[in-house]
């Protein structure tokens, strides 16, 4: 039975417990974990709290999808699947997941894990807010836990793995009227920061979330593994297509080298410029330096040309006929979407153009 006297103990008990959660990790950490900003109601940390979700049917191809692991080096693998390429770490402490891809892979991506280590999967990092990067959020995290004492929040008021993002991936994916529930509500970042970088060490390496503002989008991160010296980039830098500048979303041509070149400013090539650090693309083959040395030139010299189109005053449609991307198109045009040839100029001069 609580009697006056020990009430006030225990109120001041459960303050103190709240007062070290928020100096530890923020309101808007503490508020995500308990469930607010995911169908909880109310906004933290400047976000939207989520408006209903699309129910969208499941994609027969993407469900029928192979995924295969390479081990990159250190405790990093990649998994390539339908979505682009998921990042795992592994080790004593259990595993980091960088990027889920679509949720019809999520259980392939989870046995994947699974041929890794018989660990919990503790963090999953989302390098945007893209579907193809954070559609398996919630079967993923679902199969994890998160880590006892690391993020007191999520141990408090979390069951699954941590969900590490940047603030502004948590703003796109929770877009919507106040109050309303979301269907998607445990696929959205439980843990986000604001500017610069989240650092975490787990599997006694230094595991260095990076902030690139404006680059594909508002919300860009890159994930650099220090001791195994591998690089995520998410979709700052992809071997399959152009850049994929996303204007709409915050995107920007110039935010989009000034990250590659964080990344050459990181790496360093071994013998003959093979090896040394390694870089995993949003999408696409492993990649070493000199990969992303030739993408960084490919996209400074598209840019230069299209910005000196425009100081001679034309319009969009004239800087398409003069094919400022062609010697290039073979090897690097979708053949549809923003990647495309077409999708790319269109970003890239909407980047520089004079804003009317």
């Known amino acids: 039975m609580t009697t006056p006297t020990t009430t006030p103990r225990i109120l001041l008990a459960v303050s103190a417990v709240v007062a070290a959660a928020l100096m530890m990790f923020g309101p808007a950490d503490v508020a995500h974990a308990q469930g607010k900003g995911k169908g909880g109601g109310g906004k933290q940390g400047g976000a939207p709290a989520p408006a209903p979700a699309a129910t969208r049917a499941p994609n027969p191809a993407w469900a029928n999808a192979e995924v295969h692991t390479l081990k990159v080096q250190g405790n990093v693998y990649m998994i390539v699947g339908p979505g682009g390429n998921t990042t795992v770490q592994v080790g004593d402490s259990g595993a980091l997941v960088v990027d889920t891809q679509y949720e019809e892979v999520s ?19 989302n390098t945007s807010a893209d579907m193809d990067h954070t559609d398996g959020n919630a079967k993923i995290s679902r199969a994890g836990a998160p880590v006892i004492g690391g993020n007191l929040g999520a141990v408090a008021f979390d069951n699954g793995a941590t969900i590490v993002a940047h603030e502004n991936v948590l703003r796109a994916m929770s ?43 508002n919300g860009d991160s890159m994930v650099f593994f220090r001791r195994s010296d591998v690089i995520a980039t998410g979709d700052i830098f992809n071997m399959d297509s152009y850049p ?81 991307t062609f010697e290039y198109d073979g090897r690097w045009s979708a053949a549809t979407g923003p990647g495309s040839t077409d999708g790319f100029v269109e970003a890239v001069f909407r980047s520089l153009a004079p804003k009317k």
């Open 175 to 217: 877009e919507g009227a106040e109050g309303k529930a979301d269907t998607n509500a445990d696929k959205l970042p439980t843990t986000t920061f604001f500017q610069g970088k989240k650092e975490i060490f787990f599997n006694e390496e230094p595991v260095i979330v990076m902030f690139e503002p404006a680059a594909h989008t």
């Open 107 to 125: 259980d392939k991506i989870v046995a994947e894990i699974r041929k890794l280590t018989s660990k919990p999967i503790r963090y999953v990092i």
């Open 244 to 324: 994929v500048v996303d204007v709409d979303k915050g995107g920007n041509i110039q935010g989009v080298i000034k990250a590659l070149n964080v990344v050459l400013d990181i790496t360093i090539p071994k013998h003959e410029q093979e090896g040394g650090t390694y870089v995993i693309p949003g999408h696409g083959r492993l990649t070493d330096e000199h990969d992303v040395l030739e993408y960084r030139d490919m996209v400074t010299i598209i840019r230069d040309r299209v910005q000196n189109l425009i100081k001679q005053g034309k319009t969009l449609a004239q800087v398409k006929a003069a094919k400022p």
